[in-house]
Nanobody
């Protein structure tokens, strides 16, 4: 499985960006995936996650109401729509894939995921 993120870049505070994560999984497999971010010099944190089979989504408190995770199953692509961006949203954003059915004890725990993308930088000023 390969994950390739795109869509990062620079944005003004209050602006929007949409990140994409293309997953080289066979079509039809569930996309149980998450987005994490890591600001420079800080620990990685879970931002959002989804279980594509039942549509459940999860968000960090810091992004609730501003970010939305979604997917297009046919294209094996997961998106993170980010609006009302803040400088504290700056960081390297990575998508992560769980091949074990999404039975997470804690979706924010990076050890729940088997595959990771290289990341895409988001800078908000």
């Amino acid at each position: 499985v390969q994950l390739v993120e795109s869509g990062g870049g620079s944005a003004q505070a209050g602006g929007s960006l949409r990140l994409s994560c293309a997953c080289s999984e066979f079509p039809g497999h569930t996309l149980d995936m998450a987005w994490f971010r890591q600001p420079a010099g800080k620990e990685r944190e879970g931002v959002a996650a989804m279980l594509s089979g039942n549509g459940l989504t999860y968000y960090a408190d810091s992004v609730k109401g501003r970010f939305a995770i979604s997917h297009v199953q046919a294209n094996n692509t997961v998106f993170l729509r980010m609006t009302s961006l803040k400088p504290e949203d700056t960081g390297m954003y990575c998508c992560a894939h769980d091949e074990n059915g999404g039975s997470w004890a804690d979706w924010r725990d990076s050890s729940e995921y088997n595959y990771w993308g290289q990341g895409t930088q988001v800078t908000v000023s």
